[in-house]
């Protein structure tokens, strides 16, 4: 059976939708990971738990507890290369900070739920690649 528009409208009213606008919504898309992208300081982070990381090394930072710190580095864990006339693009790792501790030190940071596979393997080339670096998982 087919509603008319009459009907339609009707059944809408029951329901307390007065109006089409439901149709012209598209239902809000979930994440992969069930995390939720927020903005702080108009930067628009992945989930709310790497912006309340930021906020807290924006604190460290003030209170002189770390140098300096920086968001979204990026790192070469292989170059690219050719290869019977295939291109082969390199692998990169992005990280969601990379921290310079009061000592020198530079500490590369994740903020992550869960490590899924692929960050399994790209934390083993980065940890190869960079031994002067440490990289830490934020869960």
Do not use: H
């Not at 990381?53 to 690219?80: R, S, T, V």
């Not at 009061?102 to 992550?112: A, L």
């Not at 739920?113 to 083993?124: A, H, R």
């Amino acid at each position: 059976m087919r509603w008319t528009e009459e009907q339609y409208q009707e059944y809408l009213k029951r329901k307390g939708k007065t109006d089409n606008s439901i149709l012209n919504q598209k239902p809000k898309a979930r994440s992969k990971y069930n995390n939720e992208k927020c903005v702080v300081d108009g930067i628009k982070f992945d989930s709310i738990k790497e912006a309340e990381y930021y906020c807290k090394l924006k604190i460290l930072k003030q209170a002189g507890e770390i140098k300096d710190f920086g968001l979204q580095p990026k790192y070469e864990l292989q170059p690219g290369f050719e290869k019977n006339g295939v291109k082969y693009q390199p692998i990169t790792y992005v990280a969601d900070f990379v921290i310079v501790n009061n000592d020198g030190t530079t500490d590369v940071v994740d903020v992550k739920g869960f490590e899924t596979q692929v960050f399994k393997i790209k934390k083993k080339l980065f940890e190869y690649k960079y031994p002067e670096l440490s990289l830490k998982v934020v869960k």
